[in-house]
């Protein structure tokens, strides 16, 4: 797991530098990470952590600048994944996956949020 929390660590601390932090909500099994972290470490908040790392994008989004998200995990070794089916894209790494996620209603809203549309979903105006 520690080469997962390093991971973790590094994708926050690239994100934070392009000012992507104060758009998006870390959500899913790292939450606890961070909650034990910033709580003193109790043992009511559990260890365990998910195989992928989950950024919501909230509704309406608070995006402020462009930032190039596919550019940024190629920096970091991942691979970008792409399910024009499926409507999403992920960044993968042999020891973690990353999402950014929307609301349902706001992604079928917004034309810029589709892969099809843009070289990322998230390569468009954060501002």
Not at 87 to 109: I, N, R, S
Request: with cysteine; net charge negative.
């Amino acid at each position: 797991m520690e080469k997962e929390h390093n991971l973790f660590l590094k994708i926050l601390i690239r994100l934070n530098k392009e000012d992507v932090l104060r758009s998006v909500i870390l959500i899913g099994g790292w939450c606890p990470l961070v909650y034990r972290q910033n709580f003193g470490n109790p043992l009511e908040i559990s260890f365990q952590r998910t195989a992928d790392l989950d950024f919501l994008v909230p509704n309406p989004p608070r995006i402020n600048k462009d930032v190039d998200l596919p550019l940024i995990f190629d920096e970091l070794g991942f691979d970008r994944k792409v399910s024009l089916l499926g409507g999403y894209e992920k960044y993968v790494h042999p020891d973690l996956e990353v999402e950014f996620l929307t609301p349902k209603e706001f992604a079928q809203k917004e034309e810029t949020m589709s892969p099809e549309n843009s070289n990322s979903q998230w390569h468009y105006n954060w501002g």
